[in-house]
């Protein structure tokens, strides 16, 4: 018995018909490891200043470029400290909404 041949699987494309035509199945080989990671994706000094840049910006104060070295020196405090900041950014931006 002999092995089916491609073509009969799958069809040559045809560029001037500007017809679907399918793809080849995909090869296992080339699957990408989705396995969880063993630490976590962000470093709290990370997570810090994103918070604190989308704190900021929800705040509409809008980080300046020149404000990155601010922002990473405050990224560096402590989770009680990035929290209180961010609280003070979001009580002070209520209160001018007001």
């Known amino acids: 018995m002999t092995a089916p041949s491609t073509d009969a699987i799958l069809?040559?494309?045809n560029w001037d018909?500007?017809?679907d035509f399918l793809l080849p199945p995909p090869d296992p080989t080339q699957r990408?490891?989705?396995a969880p990671q063993s630490r976590?994706?962000?470093t709290t000094r990370d997570r810090h200043r994103l918070n604190l840049h989308a704190t900021l910006t929800a705040a509409g104060i809008p980080p300046h470029p020149d404000d990155?070295?601010?922002i990473d020196a405050l990224s560096t405090l402590d989770d009680t400290?990035?929290?209180a900041v961010r609280r003070w950014l979001t009580a002070g931006s209520s209160t001018l909404l007001s």
Do not use: G, H, Q, S
């Open 11 to 13: 069809p040559t494309v």
């Open 17 to 19: 018909a500007e017809a």
């Open 32 to 34: 990408l490891d989705m």
């Open 40 to 42: 976590p994706a962000l």
């Open 68 to 70: 990155t070295k601010a």
């Open 81 to 83: 400290v990035a929290l």
